[in-house]
């Protein structure tokens, strides 16, 4: 073949690859991402709630820093308050996050692994869809704070990189910049990146050959950069509330790490694998052990390149080697189970993490330096961010999320380090390449199949327009019961209500509030039990006193992952009081809600004195 077509298809085949890919997870997912009643309703109503004038915080409770709402809330001023518009800037923010995957590992290892990681991002984590819950994905995720913060955090990890390469000025305050917009997002992310961007600062700092007076000058300019955006909204909120006021709605996310009903409950104790600790310890072992015998097919390979003189030897007996590593991932898959693949990442990315330390510590080359300090960084965010699910580490839920940068540091070593550890020893790292994409091509193409299978589901639509979306069929029956009910109790609320009439949903499902364009008026709008702790039970109950709305709708929504299961009868009995006696119900569609029985929605009337 001519050098110019090798050539051509060197520069393009990873492109094509990442767009072939892309195109088809799009085909799949499309419409499908939202989820019919968690979190995404709450990810739409916000930004369209700001767009109109309200105030974050003061109009509307939210838990988490005002940078990801306002971001939305623009976007929907700008070209319409539509979920269309969201995953339109969704799809744009995650080929940016994409591009950045891209640049980051081709600077520390090189194109292969670079291409590699990018297709790990799309095929696992960005169109993802793994359970019944849905937005746990980039296009339409349960909480734009936690995408926005690790997008946010690659491009600082980037960033740092140009830095210590000297491609770009005033790396310092522009990492600061960057540092104080995260801290506005959600506090697991800003946690873990700012405990692995300061120790890599202060590391740089120590190396470089600078005065003590030029070390503190520039941490000096990285504080000042980080104070900009908490400073430019405690400008803006201050406008709208008191300044205390204002400042207690910056720290407030960094006040509810504090708040046993958002951090002492059953749901946080399973996302964090303490509910069964001994089991998920002894499972995350046993998965271990299952990926010791593929280092032995990287040793026979290199026995074989070694010692055998002959090519058509050589070749035969890697095949034959492939084919059986190729067999062997099939094996694990299945034995293994698909939610248990990804347990190992925490020993793996803190073993990374703690030799690139040591590299930094020791080397005396710049060059080595250069490519240690920043993988230092990144591995060590991976692993902070991980520490949230540490003992069931798996792609699901936020999985989607806080596993991602530990995958892709799992990819850049098998990919990049590992073939050229063994090819420094026996040569022919082509080989050892092939190797360590074996497994990987499994572990992606098993990822993306679940997807499609979930997906495949998602066959009834809801909303009309630019709000149309898809949620499950007939297929999962309770599912599919549950997506016609919204469609219809959507359908009756424009009917039955005037344009300026408002309802209030309990326990959960402002989308509807969101897809029918009616305003909830009080600034409480999710009424699961971490919900109603947080602000107290009579805080609610006044800001319905004092704001009533017109007509008040319950739905079926069993809480069991927080402790209880009904609202109204096993936790919020006070608030489900004052409802039955102010409200009187006028229509329902489906079975009683919150008795068991069914999934049903009830619409109740204000009761006028």
Known sequence: MPREKVLIIKKWAGPLLLLTM???????????????????????????????????????FH?????????????????????????????????????????????????IAAITACATFISIFAFSSYEITGGYNFILPYSHELTHGVILSFLSIYIFILHIQKKIRGGFFILGIISGLIAMTKVEVTAAHFASILPGLILLLWRSEVSTTQRLRGMTIFFAGFSVAPFLFLLFFSRHMSLVEALYAIVSPYTYLFDPALTSSFFSDLIFGFSQTGANLNKMAAVSLWYLPFPVFFLATGYVVRHSQRTLW?????????????????????????????????????????????????????????????????????????????????????????????????????????????????????????????????????????????????????????????TFGEKIRQEGIKGHVIEKARQLIEELLKDDETFVVLPEGVMLNYLTRHDNPVKYFEFIPPMVAVPGERHIIEALKMNKPDYVIILDRETREYGFRFFGRHYAKELFQWIRTNYTPVERIGSEPLTGSGFGVLIAKKIVN
């Open 22 to 60: 892309t195109t088809y997870m799009l085909f799949i997912s499309w419409g499908k991402w939202a989820d019919v009643l968690i979190d995404s309703g709450r990810e739409l109503y916000l930004p369209w709630q700001i767009s109109k004038g309200k105030v974050l915080y003061r109009d509307l």
């Open 314 to 470: 050589n070749q035969t007996f890697i095949i034959s080697i492939i084919l059986c590593e190729a067999f062997y991932s099939t094996l694990v898959i299945d034995k293994v189970g698909f939610f248990n693949l990804l347990r190992p990442l925490p020993i793996v990315v803190f073993a990374i993490s703690l030799y690139m330390f040591v590299r930094v510590i020791r080397t005396s080359e710049m060059e080595s330096l250069n490519n240690a300090l920043p993988l230092f960084v990144f591995s060590s965010f991976s692993f902070l961010l991980l520490l949230k699910m540490i003992l069931f580490v798996n792609p699901s839920h936020y999985g989607f999320v806080l596993a991602m940068p530990s995958t892709l540091a799992l990819v850049a070593l098998i990919i990049y380090y590992v073939p050229r550890f063994f090819a420094h020893h026996f040569g022919k790292e082509i080989y050892f390449v092939l190797l360590a994409i074996v497994p990987l091509v499994f572990l992606l193409g098993v990822h993306m199949n679940t997807s499609r299978e979930v997906y495949s589901y998602k066959t009834y639509a809801l909303s009309e327009g630019g709000d149309r979306f898809y």
């Open 63 to 111: 838990l988490f820093g005002p940078f990801s709402q306002y971001v939305n809330a623009i976007i929907f001023k700008i070209f319409g308050a539509k979920l269309i518009t969201l995953t339109a800037f969704n799809l744009m923010l995650s080929t940016c996050l994409m591009l950045l995957i891209y640049r980051v590992f081709a600077l520390l290892t090189n194109p």
